[in-house]
């Protein structure tokens, strides 16, 4: 079965304590992206990786950190995470450039 | 800056009525198009996709895209409980990487 994998879904933490969300896909697709979603605010993409080593920064990049060392997998680093990065994040992956996003199950992150 | 641009609604329409979703982008050179449904905490599942101008009907779904006019819209036939949700409009540049820009969707109500 094709998947977009995100853990973990749900997670509460403090200020400044280092954070990592992992995203794995089987789908062998070459693009993937991080974004969160806030009330109000909509889907907002955070970082996007185009193949294996090959990442860039998306709309709210500050904060965050990605890396792209196999295919498969991508996860979202917090180094200092602060209440404003209190969100629901999604991973997302692409088959090509102009085709359809599948997304994860999300990751609903709690900074108090 | 890219602009999809959606009423947040709600909209609401009674059961078995057609239900109409609207967006808009600002982006000419924006090549595909895609509506997403998204339910309260879950990740954005596709709808359909559009990428020539005209027409597109998937089962009670019907996508239409305007270039001209820069307008991409979703209709509902036989509108069903189940179909209240979120609907989030996306369109692809035609950027290296073709990021995929959302709006920030519209609430979809349907009453039984």
Known sequence: EAQVTQNPRYLITVTGKKLTVTCSQN?????????????????????????????????????YKVSRKEKRNF?????????????????????????????????????? | QKEVEQN????????????????????????????????????????????SNGDKEDGRFTAQLNKASQYVSLLIRD???????????AVVDDSGYSTLTFGKGTMLLVSP
């Open chain 1, 27 to 63: 789908m062998n697709h070459e693009y993937m992206s991080w974004y969160r979603q806030d009330p109000g605010l909509g889907l907002r993409q955070i970082y996007y990786s185009m193949n294996v080593e090959v990442t860039d920064k998306g709309d709210v990049p500050e904060g």
């Open chain 1, 75 to 112: 996860p979202l680093i917090l180094e200092s995470p602060s209440p404003n990065q209190t969100s629901l994040y999604f991973c997302a992956t692409k088959e090509r450039a102009r085709t359809e996003a599948f997304f994860g199950q999300g990751t609903r992150l709690t900074v108090v």
């Open chain 2, 8 to 51: 947040s609604g709600p909209l609401s329409v009674p059961e078995g009525a057609i239900a109409s979703l609207n967006c808009t982008y600002s982006d000419r050179g924006s090549q595909s198009f895609f509506w997403y449904r998204q339910y309260s905490g879950k990740s954005p599942e596709l709808i359909m996709f559009i990428y």
């Open chain 2, 79 to 89: 509108s069903q409980p189940s179909d209240s949700a979120t609907y989030l409009c």
